[in-house]
């Protein structure tokens, strides 16, 4: 805009003498002045009044050896500047001496300067209130805006609350009907293995059982840990994973042996759980079909970028059904690990069966540590 101004100056009626410097440096000012009061980088409100009034007063200046010049515009400018940006008592305030420089610089040489004084007051007067009415108007969309947006939160805050609200019903259902189940189970199997005992029956069997009432133990400690993650409690991270994972063998019963090798890492929390449900499936895996005497051998390596898990077991009396282990146990590895950017490998290795679980290593965020 000053460029254009300045273009206008030299090309319709250049100042002569020492005019034309003195109009070149006030040119200048009126750039900076501008470049400071007309940015919205600026919010200092004494700066941008001091500029802005600054600018305003160069426009006068321009305007006083050709009136009705460009210099006017700059002062137009000044003021739209003053009611976009000002509260509108400070505006009017700083906007009168632009206005008063304006007019005079106007009438100085007009035939009728009254009547040039009243022209540039209504002109600047009209300016001045449909610039205050535009800021007005975006001070109303900015209010709008921000009232969707909390709407949108308060909706989406409900949602959850429902959504957490639905889970807990869900979770005391589930605990409900699993308490009653795995817990009558128990019993039946603990009174089958009493019996067992009292008529000598065949090791075997009775090795089977004690085996089945383990699993309804273990079954049971993971329907509460389900039912504690419906209920969005704190999910297992992956800090606590050896512990968790000596836990899981010695209520199945498994020999387990656990290395950590690198500095653990923070992995998000669904991230964790999976590496833990792989574990805990590896380890029923070995349980249920590599048998009596066997042992198991976990491998956590945290590299930079990835957690490398293997779970292998070895030895053991291989039970008929044994050798890759059937059911969903593997698919549910697999579609888990793939659900986090990682793979699952699993198969023979020796005298035993090895799994393999690669996840890639992401920082939790704060939303999801929460």
Known sequence: MILGVGSG???EDRPAGLALPVSVAVLVLASACGAVGLSERVRDPRLVVSALVGLGLCGAGLDWPQSDGPGLVVGFMALAGLALRMPRLIALLAAMPVVVALAVSDAHEAVNPASTVLTVAMATALLFVTSALAALSREGQHRAEALLAQEATIREVREQNAALAERSRLARELHD???????????QLEGAQLRAAQTAADAALADQIACARELARDGMLNARRVVRALRGDELPEAARLPQLVSD????LGVPVTVRVDGAPRSLAPEAALTAYRTVQEALTNVAKHAGRGATASIVLTWAQESLDISVADRGGERTPTGGTPGGFGLAGMTERAALHGGHVEAGHSGDGFTVRLRLPVRPALQGERA
């Open 248 to 251: 899981t063998a010695s209520a």
């Open 9 to 11: 100056m030299m090309l």
């Open 177 to 187: 009907v699993l308490a009653h189940c795995l817990s009558g189970l128990s019993v």
